[in-house]
Structure formats: structure tokens, C-alpha cells
């Protein structure tokens, strides 16, 4: 079955950085697209960046450009998010989830998530 574990996530302060990773099981992790997901309480889903199947080309929300990078490991099905000079603002459950932008509405296709919460 498919598997998505997001690991990573904690507390930091605000210019603080943090790096998620994903170990995936169970699919061919090279023949998709990737993708990196949060949400805050009381709001929904947001899409944060995607990344295609070979690591070669990527897509990051206005939000987290410039401080947020993407990348991922085929050899060893693991995709990764380095979170730079974070804000509060960035406290959210992170998600990671198989499929470009449009997995944002296929909830089955995200793990579990692991938080991250901002704060001084």
C-alpha cells in the first residue's frame, strides 16, 4: 500500500530553520510528481511547492519563495523540505503527498503529517 511518513517538524523561533523529510513506500516514487502541503487551524489545505518526477524542475507558492527548497532522493524514495528564516505565519500541519498541485483536493494521497509551529 502506498505510505508517506513526514518526519522533522518541531518548534523553532521565528528566522529559525527546519528540514522535513518524506520516506515513500509501496508506488513507483520515481513515475510521480511531489508535492508539500500545510494547514493552519481554521483554514484549509494549502499548497505550498511541488517538485517533478526527477527533481529537475519546480513550483513554489509566493509565500515560502526564497526560503522554502524542495528536493528529493530517488535512489532512496525520500523527498525532503529545507524551511529557512521561518515566520510565524508558517505554523501548520506539513503534509507531504504524491502529485503536483492538483493532489491538494485527494486527501488519501497525503501522509500523516508532522507539525511545525513558529513561535517566540
Known amino acids: 500500500e502506498v505510505q508517506l511518513m513526514e518526519s522533522g517538524g518541531g518548534m523553532v523561533q521565528p528566522g529559525g530553520s527546519l528540514r522535513l523529510s518524506c520516506a515513500a513506500s509501496?508506488?513507483?516514487?520515481?513515475?510521480?510528481?511531489m508535492t508539500w502541503l500545510r494547514q493552519s487551524p481554521g483554514k484549509g489545505p494549502e499548497w505550498v511547492v511541488t517538485?517533478?518526477?526527477?527533481?529537475?524542475?519546480?513550483a513554489y507558492a509566493d509565500t515560502v519563495k526564497g526560503r522554502f527548497t524542495i528536493s528529493r532522493d530517488n535512489a532512496k524514495n525520500t523527498l525532503s523540505l529545507q524551511m529557512n528564516n521561518l515566520q510565524p505565519e508558517d505554523t501548520a500541519l506539513y503534509y507531504c503527498?504524491?502529485?503536483?498541485?492538483?493532489?491538494?483536493?485527494?486527501?488519501?494521497?497525503w501522509g500523516q503529517g508532522t507539525q511545525v509551529t513558529v513561535s517566540s
Open positions: 503527498a504524491r502529485g503536483g498541485r492538483n493532489t491538494l483536493t485527494k486527501r488519501r494521497e
Open positions: 509501496g508506488f513507483t516514487f520515481s513515475d510521480y510528481h
Open positions: 517538485i517533478d518526477q526527477y527533481g529537475d524542475k519546480t
